[in-house]
């Protein structure tokens, strides 16, 4: 499902790519501290969410790699919906399928379960689109690939907080 | 007869003498006997004791060390190796524990002797020994001549003036110990010892270290012996070393090359720490290493890089880091060993293990400080690809830093070294070859390579003047020019800020010599791209643009005058207009940093302009934007005034405002008089340190504000439907601050000057003193009366002042004042007057000398309170008037303070006030702002919190078990506010007690209860975990309940704590996991988004729990 895991001796892919500034923390508003007041859930808490995921590849974050961009996340909370493009950095990009995956993994651990999500690849940005799509939407593939626990460790690396 | 009769006595006293002579015999003779059975015993019986005993017996004289060693003959002789080991054990111990007290010539001799003596015996026991053949023995005998002769020799050639027959003496004994080397291994360890204590000797004769060493090297096999062996003859070197250096010196490098041999092969870290010592020695000392160069180098740098974990438990306490400090100090400590050590640094970079990463970074940083252009010339161009894939490539800060550590050695010590004429300059080279290398990537400044490139450069440019002039000459202007090729800001954002750390470095070097400075050529340029940065858009450029501003403005001399004008407008306008706060605030914190070396510019350009802000009365702008614009200026006056003529120019114009906005009634003026008097509590802050300042500020500001304060009071005596601003509490509080940052720092005379006026003032309604003094009628503010409320309130502005005078200023009728603030306290119906009088009370009592004064005025207040919190009108006063005085007691130990506590317990049983009186436990434990802390000179002792904790909460425990259901939470309240405010390290050791109550307060209904608990447990999760583990089925219950509480913060504490639950041992926390990852998908959905973001960072640790890849 994914080519080589990261790390150890072998020439990184995009050994220097573009890299992004991070948007800062969101500032807490008055009403998010009132304790009536419902918040719904909107762009920007999904988007906060999976920025901080780490690369595979660099010490850097989805984020700062613009592999993740807020306008390209949509969440309707009264539908329950999610839906989140990525960009890989590079067109024959390896480490897509593993970055979507732990989108959705992100994703599945941290929003309630009524969402149905959907992951996919922004379109016109990588030469096997259809197929990494494909995995990603297909949950029998994605809970199998979370058995492996080689895939596991890589996806929980990503997802770990920087220390 | 006669003589017969004179004769008498004689054979008398002979007979006494002979039956002395015979007693002393006698004892003599038991001695003897004595230590004839505890050799026996030591020797067959194997009673380790004895030997402490016959060294105990040596210091008090009962036997001498020839008694010894006749006593030990039939041991040295014996056939059986252990049987003469136990006898060397036993001399050789005796002399460790001796050696400074057998330092007289006579003891030497002695022992000497008797070592003789036995020679012939030692010899038979060698002979017995099945090590030994007899042309060793031969040769021994010849070798102990010669030596003999040879230390005549030395003598004669003047080394030591001693008597012939005690250096003969000593030397039999040293080199029948040597000869003892080449007996049964059961022996060496005695004979090791018995050389160490010998080695400790002053007294031994010239030649001797040199011979026992050389015996040493040569028969001794040193790493086939036990640990403790080996460390002995590590010791014996380490002895001779010390007080035998030049002896050792003329053994040239032989004693290197020996020395070599004993550590080849060692492996205890013990022991490694001493070969370590040694070899740094041998190299600090200027030992020979002859052409054994090589062989030192790879005998210790084998260990490089150290890979070392210690046993739990371990009992020596030798970390891994002892090791490589020694180890580094060792390789780091010649320039010899560069050739050998730099191509094992290059290999140990490459490496895949960070920590034989850093350690060789670390360790090339340190060769840098010795190391010269010879050494690093041949490696130069390798050291900079690996450190350069290092900062390209690496994935860790610390490897980055610590590259970066080393790029800059490098740099530092090309620059040192010293050219002769012909060689080429390193440092140009090394410089270029960077520049070649990094220089492209600065163009890029969308891509990853750009920062690790301005790092490299600025690490290399830092480490000397002439490196920095190398790279600013060639980066700067590229870095201006590419400003101009990326208009984008975000672009132009990295580019300025790369500037800035170029320009950070200038200012590292101060004051640059004006024809070698590239910077100020390119001063035109540099000034227009930084004042384009000003006037972008883009905040974060702007916030760049202002920091560079800084760094040029503390470049002396590179900011031309009408630079120097444009700079202030640039501050005025983004001070004063930038929509953006953050560009704001930065601007006038530029402003304050430059202010100081410019004040001359800023009071006479900023100031006016700011004034002429404040003054304009222009209402055609909406009344918001002039509000925060009135704002804005403030803080500008205040963030200015960082310089003495500066203040003088800034607090007329805030006060001239202050007077102004006062004399409106509304809730906008209230504000505006609190704006004022933010800037001013700043304005004093500053002026703290300068004395000078500080009085002028006192004077101009105290004055000033009382007497706006009194007359708005007695306006309002006369006209009470006008509701003064100034009057209003928040404005009264706003107030205090700056009164007591004007008073704090004063000198005691100037202090006293000033009290003289303020006291007599509130108790007399003394005016004098205050500018525009004519009022309407007599300030009373501690008359009774019914208008006189609002002059009453002004006990705010007293406390502000007493309270933060120093100690030693004596306060004009204390006890009157104390008496009135007393009865204030008690009596009146407004909270925040008798509030405020109790605490200036307390301000005062904390202060006030022990004696017979201050117990009088205690007792009185005790009167006061005890029957106003019985009963009546008054119980609210009368129990924050017990709260102030007991906190200020408690925090100089009085010991009234345990009478005092005491009582607010009971109330803490009290169904109307017991809420009242747990919150007041909040307020004994935590920093009040305005009286009794350190800064108003309070008399503060610093463990007052935990002697409250451990003379008070058992009590609270044994309350909280006894009381009634309504009031049980009363208690867990008081007591969490006591632990909040605990230090950390105090709590974890108090917890065990104390975990059981907590546990009962998650249960209990108080939300505050239930926050303050969550808040106690959740730092104690982190720092205490192998205890919190015990309890973890009920804390997982518990924070999973609270986790849908009504109340937000209580559900944000709790999944905190839930999160924090993750450190607690994973294998306690499995059986749970999939329990809490259930019941943490609820508050997934919660209503709130903060609540929300903690359960979804709760979740996520807990999904990792026990998962590969945490």
């Given at each position: 499902m994914v080519g080589p895991g990261p790390g150890g001796g072998a020439p990184l892919e995009n050994a220097n790519p573009l890299i992004y500034r991070r948007s800062g923390e969101r500032p807490v508003t008055a009403r998010e501290e009132d304790d009536e007041l419902p918040d719904i859930i909107d762009d920007r808490e999904i988007f906060d969410l999976i920025r901080s995921i780490n690369d595979p590849e660099h010490p850097l974050t989805l984020e700062e790699l613009n592999v993740v961009e807020q306008v390209r996340v949509k969440v309707n909370d009264a539908e329950s919906t999610v839906t989140v493009e990525f960009t890989p950095t590079i067109p024959h990009c390896s480490m897509a399928t593993l970055i979507g995956l732990s989108i959705k993994v992100k994703l599945i651990r941290s929003l309630p379960e009524r969402f149905k999500l959907d992951v996919h690849i922004t379109p016109g940005t990588h030469v096997s689109e259809h197929a990494v799509n494909k995995q990603l939407a297909d949950k029998e593939r994605v809970a199998a690939a979370l058995e492996n626990s080689h895939l596991l460790e890589v996806v929980n690396q990503c997802l770990s907080a920087r220390s | 007869m006669r003589t017969g009769g004179c004769r008498w006595p004689l054979p008398e006293a002979r007979g006494v003498m002979a039956a002395a002579r015979a007693e002393a015999e006698a004892e003599a003779q038991a001695a003897v006997t004595a230590l004839a059975v505890s050799v026996r015993d030591f020797v067959t019986g194997q009673q380790d004791g004895r030997a402490a005993e016959v060294a105990a017996g040596l210091k008090d004289g009962s036997w001498t060390v020839l008694q010894l060693v006749e006593a030990l003959g039939f041991c040295l002789e014996n056939t059986d190796p252990r049987v003469r080991g136990r006898g060397m054990q036993l001399l050789s111990q005796v002399l460790l524990e001796c050696y400074s007290v057998l330092q007289e010539k006579e003891d030497w001799c002695q022992i000497g002797a008797a070592v003789q003596r036995t020679d012939s015996a030692g010899i038979a026991g060698v002979r017995c020994g099945d090590c030994v053949g007899p042309e060793v023995l031969l040769k021994w005998r010849v070798s102990v001549r010669m030596r003999v002769r040879a230390a005549e020799h030395g003598q004669q050639t003047g080394f030591r003036a001693k008597s012939p027959g005690a250096l003969e003496e000593v030397l039999h004994l040293v080199l029948f110990y040597e000869n003892r080397l080449q007996d049964h291994h059961l022996v060496i360890p005695s004979?090791?010892?018995?050389?160490?204590?010998?080695?400790?000797?002053?007294?031994?004769?010239?030649?001797?270290?040199?011979?026992?060493?050389?015996?040493?090297f040569q028969e001794v096999h040193v790493q086939s012996l036990l640990q403790l062996d080996r460390h002995t003859v590590y010791s014996i070197i380490t002895n001779f070393m010390g007080t035998r250096e030049e002896e050792l010196k003329g053994l040239g490098a032989d004693f290197t090359f020996g020395f070599i041999q004993v550590m080849d092969g060692e492996k205890d870290p013990r022991n490694l720490l001493v070969a370590f010592q040694i070899v740094r020695d041998l190299i600090a000392k200027n030992y020979a290493l002859g052409p054994f160069v090589e062989e030192l180098f790879e005998v210790t740098s084998c260990y490089f890089p150290i890979d070392f974990t210690p046993p739990p438990n371990d009992p020596h306490g030798i970390q891994r880091e002892d090791l490589i400090l020694s180890l580094r100090a060792v390789l780091a400590s010649t320039p010899q060993f560069a050739e050998f050590l730099l191509p094992l640094l290059i290999e140990k970079m490459d490496s895949d293990l960070q920590s034989a990463k850093l350690d060789a970074l670390q360790t090339l940083t340190a060769c840098c400080a010795i190391y010269g252009q010879k050494e690093l010339q041949e490696f130069l161009p390798s050291l900079w690809s690996s450190l350069r894939r290092e900062v390209f490539q690496t994935a860790s800060e610390k490897v980055e830093a610590e590259s970066l550590a080393a790029l800059h050695a490098l740099s530092a010590c090309l620059s040192r070294s010293v050219l002769s004429s012909d060689t080429e300059d390193l440092l140009d080279s090394f410089l270029s070859s960077i520049l070649q290398d990094c220089r492209h990537h600065l163009c890029e400044p969308d891509m990853k390579l750009v920062w690790p490139s301005a790092k490299i450069l600025q690490a290399a440019a830092g480490a000397s003047l002439r490196a920095c002039h190398h790279i600013t000459r060639s980066v700067l202007p590229l870095l201006l020019e590419q400003y101009t090729k990326h208009p984008q800001s975000s672009q132009r954002r990295t580019i300025l800020e790369m500037l800035l750390g170029f320009l950070e470095l200038q200012q590292k070097w101060g004051h640059v010599e004006e024809e070698e400075s590239t910077l100020l050529s390119l001063q035109a340029p540099v000034c227009s791209v930084v004042f384009s940065a000003l006037t972008d858009p883009s905040v974060q450029l702007q916030l760049v643009g202002i920091r560079a501003l800084t760094v040029l403005g503390s470049l002396r001399g590179f900011l031309s005058p009408s630079d120097l004008e444009l700079v202030v407008d640039h501050l005025i306008r983004l001070a004063l207009c930038e929509e953006d706060s953050q560009s704001s605030e930065a601007a006038m914190e530029a402003a304050g940093s430059l202010a100081p070396i410019y004040p001359k510019v800023f009071s006479g350009r900023m100031v006016p302009r700011l004034e002429e802000e404040l003054q304009s009365e222009q209402e055609e702008e909406s009344s918001c934007d002039r509000c925060s614009l009135r704002q804005r200026c403030l803080q500008a006056l205040a963030a200015v005034s960082t310089h003495t003529s500066i203040v003088r120019e800034t607090v007329p114009?805030?006060?001239?405002?202050?007077?102004?906005?006062?004399?409106?009634?509304?809730?906008?003026?209230?504000?505006?008089?609190?704006?004022?008097?933010?800037?001013?509590?700043?304005?004093?802050?500053?002026?703290?340190?300068?004395?000078?300042?500080?009085?002028y500020y006192h004077q101009a500001v105290v004055p000033c504000l009382l007497a706006m304060a009194v007359q708005a009071a007695m306006q309002e005596s006369t006209h009470p439907p006008l509701g003064k601003a100034l009057l209003q509490e928040e404005v009264l509080a706003a107030m205090v601050p700056v009164i007591s940052a004007a008073t704090t720092h004063l000198s005691p005379e100037l202090a006293a000057q000033s009290v003289s006026h303020v006291v007599p003032l509130f108790l007399n309604g003394e005016v004098s003193f205050l500018p525009q003094n004519s009022f309407p009628c007599s300030f009373q503010p501690f008359q009774d009366g019914e208008c006189l409320e609002a002059q009453r309130r002004l006990v705010a502005l007293l406390m502000a002042f007493v309270c933060s005078l120093p100690r030693n200023v004596a306060i004009p009728q204390q006890?009157?004042?104390?008496?009135?603030?007393?009865?204030?306290?008690?009596?009146?119906?407004?909270?925040?007057?008798?509030?405020?009088?109790?605490?200036?009370?307390?301000?005062?009592?904390?202060?006030?000398?022990?004696?017979?004064?201050?117990?009088?005025?205690?007792?009185?207040?005790?009167?006061?309170?005890?029957?106003?919190?019985?009963?009546?009108?008054?119980?609210?006063?009368?129990?924050?008037?017990?709260?102030?005085?007991?906190?200020?007691?408690?925090?100089?130990?009085?010991?009234?303070?345990?009478?005092?506590?005491?009582?607010?317990?009971?109330?803490?049983?009290?169904?109307?006030?017991g809420p009242a009186a747990a919150d007041g436990f909040s307020l004994l434990m935590a920093e009040s702002p305005d009286v009794l802390h350190k800064g108003c000179h309070a008399d503060v002792r610093?463990?007052?919190?935990?002697?409250?904790?451990?003379?008070?909460?058992?009590?609270?425990?044994?309350?909280?078990?006894?009381?009634?259901?309504?009031?049980?939470?009363?208690?867990?309240?008081?007591?969490?506010?006591?632990?909040?405010?605990?230090?950390?390290?105090?709590?974890?050791?108090?917890?065990?007690?104390?975990?059981?109550?907590?546990?009962?307060?998650?249960?209990?209904?108080?939300?505050?209860?239930?926050?303050?608990?969550?808040?106690?447990?959740?730092?104690?999760?982190?720092?205490?975990?192998?205890?919190?583990?015990?309890?973890?089925?009920?804390?997982?219950?518990?924070?999973?309940?609270?986790?849908?509480?009504?109340?937000?913060?209580?559900?944000?504490?709790?999944?905190?704590?839930?999160?924090?639950?993750?450190?607690?041992?994973?294998?306690?926390?499995?059986?749970?996991?999939?329990?809490?990852?259930?019941?943490?998908?609820?508050?997934?959905?919660?209503?709130?988004?903060?609540?929300?973001?903690?359960?979804?960072?709760?979740?996520?640790?807990?999904?990792?729990?026990?998962?590969?890849?945490?």
């Open positions: - | 004979v090791l010892q018995g050389l160490r204590a010998l080695s400790m000797c002053e007294v031994l004769s010239p030649g001797l270290a040199v011979s026992v060493l050389k015996a040493i114009v805030l006060l001239q405002h202050l007077r102004k906005v006062q004399k409106g009634s509304d809730a906008g003026s209230a504000q505006d008089i609190i704006s004022v008097c933010q800037s001013l509590h700043r304005v004093a802050l500053r002026c703290q340190q300068d004395a000078e300042s500080c009085w006890e009157w004042l104390l008496r009135e603030l007393l009865a204030l306290s008690c009596s009146c119906n407004c909270p925040f007057t008798a509030t405020t009088a109790a605490k200036c009370f307390a301000g005062l009592v904390n202060k006030h000398p022990a004696g017979q004064q201050l117990d009088e005025i205690l007792q009185l207040a005790v009167n006061r309170i005890e029957p106003g919190l019985a009963e009546g009108l008054h119980r609210t006063q009368a129990l924050t008037l017990l709260l102030w005085v007991t906190k200020a007691l408690v925090l100089r130990y009085h010991p009234l303070s345990s009478h005092l506590t005491d009582k607010l317990l009971g109330l803490l049983s009290d169904t109307e006030l610093i463990m007052f919190r935990q002697r409250f904790f451990t003379d008070n909460v058992p009590k609270l425990v044994q309350g909280f078990h006894g009381a009634g259901p309504d009031v049980k939470a009363n208690y867990l309240k008081g007591l969490s506010h006591v632990l909040n405010h605990l230090p950390k390290p105090v709590l974890v050791t108090e917890l065990p007690t104390l975990l059981s109550l907590l546990l009962e307060a998650l249960s209990c209904s108080d939300r505050v209860v239930q926050l303050s608990t969550l808040s106690c447990l959740q730092p104690l999760l982190l720092e205490a975990p192998q205890i919190m583990s015990l309890h973890v089925d009920t804390l997982v219950t518990k924070f999973l309940s609270l986790a849908s509480s009504p109340t937000m913060a209580v559900r944000i504490a709790a999944l905190r704590c839930a999160n924090a639950l993750t450190s607690l041992p994973t294998i306690v926390l499995l059986p749970y996991k999939a329990r809490v990852i259930r019941a943490l998908a609820k508050p997934l959905d919660d209503k709130k988004r903060l609540v929300r973001k903690e359960a979804v960072a709760a979740r996520g640790e807990w999904f990792l729990l026990g998962s590969p890849g945490r």
